[in-house]
Nanobody
């Protein structure tokens, strides 16, 4: 059974730093891309960042570029999102999900289209 369990959320001051963890089970991160998404109250869910399984390709949404870093530890089958310079607009429930990637004819990751499995989320709340 494919499963993600997010952790690390909480209350943090604006300008602060927080690291989220996503423990995967039922599959290996060596074979699938994984991403972080978030949904703020009253807003649509949006992609935050993702990382490919093999070639290291990463994606960052413009609002977090330069502030957030996605990484993974294959030995622990866990993905991470390190968030710095946090702002009140970053307040949201953060979700981990398996990402379906698109590839070139030679196997290079060129983008993504959708997800299949999701965790239940962890809440990040910014205090100004």
């Amino acid at each position: 059974q494919v499963q993600f369990v997010e952790s690390g959320g909480g209350l943090v001051q604006a300008g602060g730093t927080l690291q989220l963890s996503c423990a995967a089970s039922g599959f290996t991160l060596e074979n699938y891309a994984v991403g972080w998404f978030r949904q703020a109250a009253g807003k649509e869910r949006e992609g935050v960042a993702w990382i490919s399984s093999h070639d290291g390709t990463t994606f960052y949404e413009d609002a977090v570029k330069g502030r957030f870093t996605i990484s993974k530890d294959n030995a622990k089958n866990t993905a991470y999102l390190r968030m710095t310079q946090l702002r009140p607009a970053d307040t949201a429930v953060y979700y981990c999900a398996r990402v379906i990637v698109t590839r070139s004819d030679y196997g290079h990751v060129v983008g993504s289209r959708g997800t299949d499995y999701w965790g239940t989320g962890t809440l990040v709340t910014l205090s100004a």
